[in-house]
């Protein structure tokens, strides 16, 4: 069955860096767009970053544009975030989602259409 495996939060001091990670199984992992989203305490899950199944378009937020990184690695089946000058307001559970095609298009950030498979998320928390 598929699983996606968040791992690498932790807390941060503002300005600082992660990398997560996200390790995919139980499916043809370089025929999918992945995409990473977070959801912020008290609020909904908001899309943040996505890649095609062949890295050659990545996608982010504005909010997190020019400071997050998205990448992955074929032979690993994991996708990664970079992230970096972290900001308080970046505090969440992140989350690595499973794209239902190849390719990530104008409605990428629909998470409940364009996503089928979730993974149980990785605490960041930013705070100084």
């Known amino acids: 069955q598929v699983q996606l495996v968040e791992s690498g939060g932790g807390l941060a001091q503002p300005g600082g860096s992660l990398t997560l990670s996200c390790a995919a199984s139980g499916f043809t992992f370089d025929n999918y767009a992945m995409s990473w989203a977070r959801q912020a305490p008290g609020k909904g899950r908001e899309w943040v970053s996505g890649?095609?199944?062949?890295?050659?378009?990545?996608h982010y937020s504005d909010s997190v544009k020019g400071r997050f990184t998205i990448s992955r690695d074929n032979a690993k089946n994991t996708v990664y975030l970079q992230m970096n000058n972290l900001k308080p307001e970046d505090t969440g559970l992140y989350y690595c989602?499973?794209?239902?095609?190849?390719?990530?298009?104008?409605?990428?950030?629909?998470?409940?259409?364009?996503?089928?498979?979730w993974g149980q998320g990785t605490q960041v928390t930013v705070s100084s």
């Open positions: 989602a499973k794209a239902r095609t190849s390719a990530l298009f104008a409605t990428m950030h629909r998470l409940d259409d364009e996503y089928d498979f």
């Open positions: 890649i095609w199944s062949d890295s050659t378009h990545t």
